[in-house]
């Protein structure tokens, strides 16, 4: 599998937008690892860690919550050397190495700086980043979310003739695809066929040349095409485009994330009834966390990405938890905290 870096453990870097489907493909994958001893490093927006909470309280059998690291502090493409490198060293340092490195980036995440930290001399002789995945929301680019503002792209070219993003979102997608080696569409469940052609023709524009395109629903992908890319992502950066050389100026300021915390919910429904309320009114992107609800034992999950709110029970709260409600917002900056928390405590939406 490692063909071009014998003895080098390989490592996938699945990046792709707020709620694209990063976490369903990565847990696919791992309910389908066959053996495979896969170590997860996991970074999220926002200081709640669910991704990994969800990962973990799948009880997938080969995934120990050893194999799970998470990296909250911050965004991984900017934290590389501190947080980044002693993980991924520790991983390796271990008595019993994994077979294979999946790392989550968060949605907001630029995979180039991150691919860039395995030519590091602690890591390069050890690991080789076996391929950049990108996940793609099919519905969300169908629905315009990733588009220029076409008014102000022509303004810019008319200026000076170049372009320069006026969308944060159009410039994420535009980084993420660039730098992959495999992309795939996610969501085609909701997908209308003639939009598919659109979404991929979106893809190809920004994809470089060559890039195998997938399609996937719920990030059902089998791990032999996932996997064993063998792309050896560190020797090629100069052909994965970037805006941003370095990271300090990249696009994070042009985002927001909080977490809200409510008390004991009556219903599942009524949450998901304010939450589809609130994304209709805000410019919310993502919101997601867990809640307590009256009368259950069981811990509830709750995950809006775009329109839709998804919620389900997916395990008991330990007796050493907190029951208790908590959801991580993410929007565009500027998002109206009051607002916002008014709408998820069932106070009347106005839109923002
Ligand atoms: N209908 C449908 N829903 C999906 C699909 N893939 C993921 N979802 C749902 O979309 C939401 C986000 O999916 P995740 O896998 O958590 O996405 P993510 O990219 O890990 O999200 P972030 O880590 O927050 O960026 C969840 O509610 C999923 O159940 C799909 O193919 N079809």
Redo the contacts with the bound molecule.
């Keep these: 599998m490692t063909a071009h870096n014998p003895g080098k453990i390989p490592a996938t870097v699945v990046t792709?937008?707020?709620?694209?489907?990063?976490?369903?493909?990565i847990r696919h994958l791992l309910e389908h690892a066959n053996g495979r001893r896969i170590a997860l490093i996991i970074n999220?927006f926002g200081d709640l860690g669910v991704?990994g909470e969800i990962l973990k309280g799948c009880g997938i059998e080969s995934c120990g919550e050893d194999d799970v690291v998470e990296l909250a502090n911050g965004c991984l493409c900017c934290t590389v050397a501190d947080d980044f490198l002693p993980t991924i060293s520790a991983l390796l340092d271990r008595a019993l190495p994994p077979d294979h490195i999946v790392i989550?980036t968060?949605?907001l995440a630029l995979p180039k700086p991150l691919v860039k930290a395995f030519g590091w001399p602690e890591v390069r002789t050890r690991v080789t980043v076996d391929g950049v995945v990108a996940?793609v929301d099919g519905p969300a680019v169908a629905a315009g979310l990733f588009a220029e503002d076409p008014e102000a792209v022509q303004a810019q070219r008319e200026a000076d003739g170049s372009l320069d993003h006026d969308s944060p979102l159009a410039e994420l997608f535009e980084e993420q695809i660039g730098c992959a080696d495999l992309v795939v569409v996610?969501?085609?469940?909701?997908l209308a066929p003639e939009d598919l052609a659109a979404v991929e023709a979106a893809i190809r524009q920004e994809a470089r040349p060559g890039v195998r395109l997938l399609h996937?629903?719920?990030?059902r992908l089998d791990p032999d095409v996932l996997l064993g890319l063998s792309a050896a992502a560190e020797d090629d950066l100069d052909s994965r485009r970037s805006h941003h050389e370095g990271a300090d100026d990249h696009d994070h300021d042009d985002f927001e994330s909080f977490a809200v915390e409510l008390p004991e919910i009556a219903a599942p429904a009524e949450l998901a009834r304010r939450v589809a309320a609130l994304v209709e009114a805000q410019a919310v992107l993502?919101v997601?966390g867990f809640a307590a609800v009256a009368g259950r034992d069981m811990r509830l999950v709750l995950?809006a990405?775009g329109p839709?709110v998804?919620h389900y029970f997916d395990r008991d709260w330990r007796p050493d938890e907190v029951r208790r409600t908590r959801l991580v917002v993410i929007g565009l900056k500027g998002l109206d905290r009051a607002a916002v928390e008014a709408a998820l405590m069932g106070e009347a939406v106005v839109a923002g």
Excluded at 16 to 25: E, Y
Excluded at 186 to 190: G, M, R
């Design positions: 792709g937008f707020l709620g694209s489907g990063k976490t369903s493909t999220e991704d989550e968060s949605g996940l996610n969501k085609t469940d909701l996937a629903a719920h990030g993502r997601k995950q990405a839709r998804q």
